[in-house]
């Protein structure tokens, strides 16, 4: 199986190289490409989402960003700032505080007619999370080479500038590997590797498929790779009409255990089987606005499941009304007296349910004001209600 990655491998960047050698020096600085347009997001998704620096904002004026010529390359320069406040109450114990969430600096650059380069940065945490160049032989095959989202799930592949909760859902969260599993670690599902991804059949209105095909370590975000296994992750998106998408991923490779497994199935610095597959729908059906997805996960003999539904709705110019819920089950096989013994002894919670209620307004371009409040209830242990505020400045 590795020997056939690799071959993989090396049929990709072989003539991606000798193609790229011959673009740059061919390269016509009258006739440049534009800057790419999927620049927060995993996949070259032309047919679903535009890209993080929008066309224009809610109310319909233009937005403009920042755009330089260094060199030979043209750079687009932007990011964007969230910060919070919450208030939550959980077996009796209040807690409130005001944080910045994040700080998200980035550059998107033109380095030739084919080649561009991304970069992102968080300043909050003081760590990179996007570095790669892509390669366009065509619209149905780019190649990008780097470090950056896994093509898993619609909504981790989402900039949170886009997402109408100001958290993740909790299933994909602890699915797609951003956060909570402590096998996994907090990578926020991004992980360093090649990927070959495209559009394909334009019926003249738009393309009906996207695909992405990728290999990566596995181990995530600015880690080393640490059991010499490599992760193949896919994800296949169909628009049937102008305003629906359907979508299936998946990921299967090994993971390597920060912790032990809270069920004792392993220990830590085991190598063990992690695999998910997922379908997710999109509708946009103005003023409603529907996503929706179903995950189900492998670790090591651990099966796990779990799915949202999301639905916004647009009660007039600047402002949307939201309603999300969100189950996730994190071992399938568990009785609920096994959920309470391991609840008791180590404080992790195996099955819970959330309900989001919350109000947006956008007041400027892609700048919004968001109000929360989340209530979640696990089968087993204490349930939590929450009220969060969000400040959100795209720049």
């Not at 898993?152 to 797609?176: C, K, Q, R, W």
Request: proline letters at 4%.
């Amino acid at each position: 199986m590795i020997k056939k990655i690799h071959l993989l491998l090396l049929a990709i960047l072989l003539p991606m190289n000798v193609l790229l050698a011959n673009d740059i020096l061919n390269n016509d600085s009258g006739d440049v490409a534009p800057i790419t347009k999927n620049v927060d997001f995993a996949l070259s998704r032309t047919t679903y989402a535009p890209s993080t620096v929008p066309a224009e904002d809610a109310t319909g004026a233009p937005y403009n960003s920042l755009n330089l010529e260094i060199g030979l390359s043209r750079l687009k320069l932007f990011g964007y700032a969230q910060s919070l406040y919450y208030y939550s109450r959980t077996n009796g114990v209040d807690k409130n505080a005001l944080d910045v969430q994040r700080v998200i600096l980035m550059a998107d650059a033109q380095i030739a007619k084919r080649l561009s380069f991304f970069m992102m940065f968080d300043v909050v945490k003081s760590e990179m999370h996007e570095y790669y160049a892509q390669y366009e032989f065509a619209p149905f095959a780019k190649v990008r080479v780097g470090q950056y989202k896994q093509p898993f799930t619609l909504e981790s592949i989402l900039s949170p500038t886009y997402l109408s909760t100001i958290n993740f859902d909790p299933s994909v969260l602890y699915l797609a590997g951003i956060a909570s599993d402590p096998l996994m670690g907090n990578y926020v599902a991004r992980d360093a590797g090649v990927m070959l991804t495209g559009d394909f059949l334009n019926n003249g209105e738009r393309h009906l498929f996207n695909y992405s095909i990728g290999v990566f370590n596995g181990p995530g975000m600015n880690r080393k790779e640490n059991n010499n296994q490599k992760d193949l992750s896919g994800m296949l998106q169909y628009k049937p009409a102008k305003n629906i998408l359907l979508e299936g991923s998946f990921l299967a490779g090994t993971g390597h255990a920060q912790a032990p497994s809270p069920y004792g199935v392993f220990p830590k610095d085991y190598n063990y089987a992690r695999h998910r597959w997922n379908v997710g729908l999109e509708a946009k059906l103005s003023p409603l606005y529907l996503r929706a997805e179903y995950i189900q996960g492998y670790d090591g003999g651990v099966h796990s499941r779990g799915g949202y539904v999301n639905m916004l709705y647009r009660v007039f110019k600047n402002c949307d009304l939201m309603l999300n819920w969100d189950n996730l089950d994190k071992n399938t096989h568990t009785s609920r007296a096994e959920q309470q013994a391991i609840y008791d002894s180590n404080g992790f919670v195996t099955r819970l349910n959330t309900y989001t209620a919350g109000v947006m307004w956008w007041f400027h371009q892609r700048c919004r004001l968001q109000g929360q409040y989340i209530y979640t209830k696990p089968r087993v242990g204490a349930i939590s209600r929450e009220f969060v505020t969000q400040l959100q400045l795209v720049f």
